[in-house]
């Protein structure tokens, strides 16, 4: 008996609009693709988010016993600048402005992208697969849905006859557009394109003579649309018919819509059973650009050098404070909001301190089963990992009214207590413990000893009144993932 057995989830799903409960297509398998980033520059803290949500739900799929097959891609071509398939490759542009190759771009922003993602302890998907690597599958669809007679060539170039398709089968259905409003609302050709309506959308793009990402195809040499990578590989790892979806809510329209619309085209059935969106974060209430300076790049957050916090976070801070918010909702980053996390997430980490430590009785004052259960259901109702979280600070509390003596606990629900707690906290939220950054106790002792000496150079630095020093040795440590913590007795240290 797996876990999953005694567990019933309902998801959200985008496509329906409801939360359905779900079942996986095949018993104890799951498929899930999460669109990946476009490597052009370092991993926004958006998209972070986001691919935290999947690998919070990827985890918790494998708490339970599934056998989860996730695909999660890396965009290494085809992303043009403009959803409307114009402009130039977002990789091609940044790779002729540094005067570098397309795949050193490439190579620096994925090792980038894989760094950050280490530092916040996400889990690798099982297969990353890149869009330059499944060339060939892309031409297949492609010719497979010109036979289908939805797609029509125009001077070396190929686009989906949106209209054609509409016919038979419903495009827009994820987005809630129809074809009508689509027509409507978008721009007339300006004569310039070689699409037969403006909603069409692009196959393949025949190059122009200065695009540098090109490829032979039977069209001409060129590159992939960008929706197609996702169907090309979807399907070849997952097949013709998945359980889970996911990506951001900007990527709905058009690119999932697009996907939807391709692999029908080309399978005859709907590709995915769960769509998931997760939703956008804001920097102190207003969207986060680059261009009006309301940024921050995650590496920002563990170093503070940056003007948006007033210091520096540990990855293991970050991760707590996403995971306090529901993947759904829109969660505004905020140096207050950092600091108030900053707070639970040490407190929930002194108390998985003591547990072990905790005096057993011969009953328990608290019902561990039940809150155990409620734990489940907190994961079951759609991922709400803030009512998780909840949950387990009903928890803390009991652990440190038991440590106080107020409360008791029996042996044997001290093991479920401890058990629960370590999978929700660790397995699940993905949170590393206070203390386990070094991997032996060798180690630790090593580490505790130069910590010890910064703490020292630290407070000789402030008695001379040299801050600049000080201060760099506490962000700098911080970034490391050391927190210093300043108190009557002197300054202490946690590790994240
Ligand atoms: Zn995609």
């Known amino acids: 008996m797996q876990l999953y057995q005694e567990q019933n989830i309902k998801i959200y799903n985008s496509l329906s609009g409801n939360k359905e409960l779900f079942e996986s297509i095949t018993d104890g398998y799951i498929g899930m ?27 918790y799929f494998k708490h339970l016993g599934y056998k989860v097959r996730y695909v999660r ?53 099982s297969i990353e697969p890149t869009a330059t690597g499944h060339i060939i599958e ?10 289908k007679g939805l797609a029509y060539e125009v001077n070396g170039s190929v686009y989906f006859d949106v209209l054609k398709f509409n016919e038979t089968r419903t495009y827009g259905k994820l987005s809630k557009r129809n074809v009508e409003d689509l027509i409507h609302n978008t721009r007339a050709l300006d004569g310039q394109s070689d699409k037969k309506n403006p909603q069409d959308f692009a196959l393949w793009k025949k190059a122009e003579p200065q695009h540098i990402m090109r490829w032979p195809s039977p069209w001409s040499d060129g590159f ?37 619309a391709q692999a029908e085209a080309c399978n005859g059935c709907s590709p995915v059973k769960y769509w998931m969106h997760a939703n956008m ?73 003591v547990i072990d430590d905790l005096p057993k009785g011969n009953t328990s004052s608290f019902d561990i089963s039940a809150w155990k259960q409620r734990c489940y259901d907190a994961m079951n109702d759609d991922f709400n990992t803030p009512i998780l979280i909840a949950t387990l600070f009903e928890a803390v509390k009991f652990i440190n009214q038991t440590k106080e003596g107020k409360a008791e606990i029996s042996a044997e629900d001290h093991t479920t207590l401890k058990q629960t707690v370590h999978a929700f ?14 991997s032996s106790e060798d180690g630790d002792d090593k580490l505790s000893g130069a910590v010890e000496l910064l703490i020292r150079l630290r407070a000789e630095a402030r008695a001379n009144k040299d801050f600049a020093t000080s201060d760099k040795i506490r962000d700098e440590l911080a970034a490391l993932g050391v927190q210093l913590k300043d108190g009557k007795e002197g300054t202490t240290f946690s590790v994240n």
Not at 43 to 52: A, I, K, P, W, Y
Not at 138 to 147: C, F, V
Not at 232 to 248: C, N, P, R, V, W
């Open 73 to 125: 891609n890396i965009t290494d071509a085809g992303h043009l600048e403009n959803d409307a398939d114009e402009g130039e490759d977002r990789i091609a542009k940044k790779a002729r402005l540094e005067q570098i190759e397309p795949m050193e771009v490439v190579q620096r922003y994925t090792v980038d992208f894989h760094n950050i993602l280490n530092k916040f302890n996400f889990l690798p998907p």
């Open 33 to 59: 693709y999460v669109c990946g980033p476009t490597v052009y520059s370092n991993v926004h803290l958006g998209n972070v988010r986001t691919f935290m949500s999947f690998d919070m739900i990827f985890r």
């Open 224 to 260: 992939p649309g960008w929706h197609l990578e996702c169907t090309a590989m979807s399907t070849k790892y997952l097949g013709e018919q998945f359980d889970i979806h996911g990506g951001g809510m900007d990527l709905k329209f058009p690119h999932h819509e697009c996907e939807i």
């Open 138 to 147: 892309q031409i297949e669809i492609i010719k497979e849905i010109i036979d």
């Open 281 to 353: 974060l804001t920097l102190n209430g207003k969207k986060m650009a680059k261009s009006t300076g309301n940024n921050i790049l995650p590496g920002e957050i563990f170093t503070g050098e940056n003007d948006i916090l007033s210091k520096a976070f540990s990855p293991s801070v970050t991760r707590f404070f996403m995971m306090q918010a529901h993947y759904r909702s829109i969660l505004d980053f905020s140096n207050d909001a950092l600091e108030a996390s900053e707070k639970g997430f040490h407190k929930l980490m002194e108390a998985i301190d």
């Open 425 to 438: 906290v660790f397995d699940v939220l993905g949170l590393t413990a206070v203390g386990t950054a070094a």
